[in-house]
């Protein structure tokens, strides 16, 4: 073990990373640090109380494996489940324990008024609420994320799903929450932000299963975090968090087990995809 960091991320002051594996950080630059291992085991290793906000964006578990499904839209004639095996079908026992480990680990590193967001389907997110009670996180909101421009139901057999859900929830039910309230209200247009948030799905310059929005990560750090201060993301996938967080000037410690997403992440947050442009329009306050 030795620090690797020093001299080359702010993280690395701030205590969060105090010794790592040369051989587990994939990307170092200024503020943003991306490690190419298994979040689970990985938590493990930073000090508490050292984060500010966590983002996370975990395995649905919906994906039924080696499934192809004939779709009926007119499109291509099949969709084929197969591409993202880390979201494969999982027991429900097992999706419990999962959550339960990271979950943990999460509300050790949070500070005192630090917040989580998690976001999730119908397969997940009732899964998560449990575990979130279970130990005993405030749950604060539920924000319903409606994609305007989502993909058919395939099958023709339900609804069309455009909808997935994000809660949000701060690590006790004591003390006070960091929440930037006015600014979300500017970017309302004068209004109290709701909790359903509606955008167009924009595409990318880069192929990834499930990339999360920007304009969503915007919102998000904009709403509870502030300048300066340390998120993390255990789930980073095509790492829109360390993107924003970049582009917003806080710093960001990303966890990431797929070394192909670690590979497009560095890509991106090098610039090659195209520099940062904020979605959103605000003054600060």
Request: hydrophobic content about 35%.
């Amino acid at each position: 073990m030795q620090n690797v960091l020093k001299g080359r991320s702010s993280l690395e002051k701030n205590n969060v990373i105090n010794s790592l594996p040369i051989k587990d950080i994939y990307y170092a630059n200024n503020d943003v640090v991306l490690v190419n291992n298994d979040s689970l085991e990985y938590l493990k290793c930073l000090p508490g109380n050292s984060i500010d906000m966590i983002f996370a964006d975990p395995p649905y578990f919906g994906n039924q494996s080696n499934l192809v499904i004939n779709r009926t839209d007119g499109h291509k004639p099949t969709f084929d489940t197969q591409k993202a095996t880390w979201a494969f079908s999982m027991d429900l026992v097992k999706q419990f324990e999962f959550h339960h480990t990271w979950l943990s680990e999460s509300k050790r590193l949070l500070k005192d008024d630090g917040t989580i967001w998690i976001t999730g389907t119908y397969h997940s997110i009732g899964v998560v609420n449990v575990v979130l009670q279970d130990l005993k996180y405030k749950i604060l909101n539920d924000i319903i994320l409606v994609k305007r421009n989502a993909p058919p139901n395939f099958t023709g057999s339900c609804f069309r799903a455009i909808s997935e859900t994000m809660l949000w929830a701060k690590k006790s039910t004591e003390g006070r929450k960091k929440w930037n309230y006015s600014t979300m209200k500017q970017i309302n247009g004068g209004v109290q932000m709701n909790n359903v948030w509606e955008y167009w799905a924009e595409k990318n310059p880069f192929r990834h299963p499930a990339t999360k929005q920007q304009i969503i990560l915007e919102k998000v750090i904009l709403a509870a975090s502030h300048e300066g201060d340390i998120v993390l993301d255990p789930f980073a996938g095509s790492g829109t968090t360390g993107y924003v967080c970049k582009g917003l000037n806080r710093k960001c410690l990303m966890i990431e087990i797929e070394e192909s997403y670690c590979k497009l992440i560095s890509k991106r947050l090098s610039g090659e995809f195209g520099a940062f442009q904020p979605k959103i329009k605000y003054e600060k306050i």
